[in-house]
């Protein structure tokens, strides 16, 4: 594969298996990235309302100082639902505290 971060990609994929969940299922994707979108940024636009058609919640978490923060608030519904984590720590109680808002039932 190519390198580079390809949120497209993975969005895309996360929506193809939201679309084969079950209609009642409460959904959410986590997007972890710690760069910026190799290539084009519209199909990352695509990518992510597709997602976010589903019902599902979309959370997208940057990590370290090399993310295109602007961007990435751009992708999500709310601005609350983009999160930033400066280091590994930091991530930690990210996803501690994501993990109680995201609690299947």
Request: with cysteine; hydrophobic share 50%.
């Amino acid at each position: 594969t190519d390198p580079g971060t390809r949120l497209d990609l993975g969005l895309a994929v996360a929506a193809d298996a939201l679309y084969a969940a079950r209609p009642e299922a409460r959904t959410a994707v986590v997007l972890l990235t710690d760069g910026r979108q190799s290539g084009e940024t519209a199909p990352v636009v695509t990518a992510a309302a597709r997602v976010r058609a589903t019902g599902a919640a979309l959370h997208i978490v940057g990590l370290g100082a090399d993310v295109d923060a602007a961007f990435l608030q751009t992708l999500v519904a709310d601005a609350s639902d983009y999160h930033a984590a400066a280091d590994a720590g930091a991530l930690v109680a990210l996803y501690r505290s994501l993990s109680e808002g995201l609690i299947c039932r």
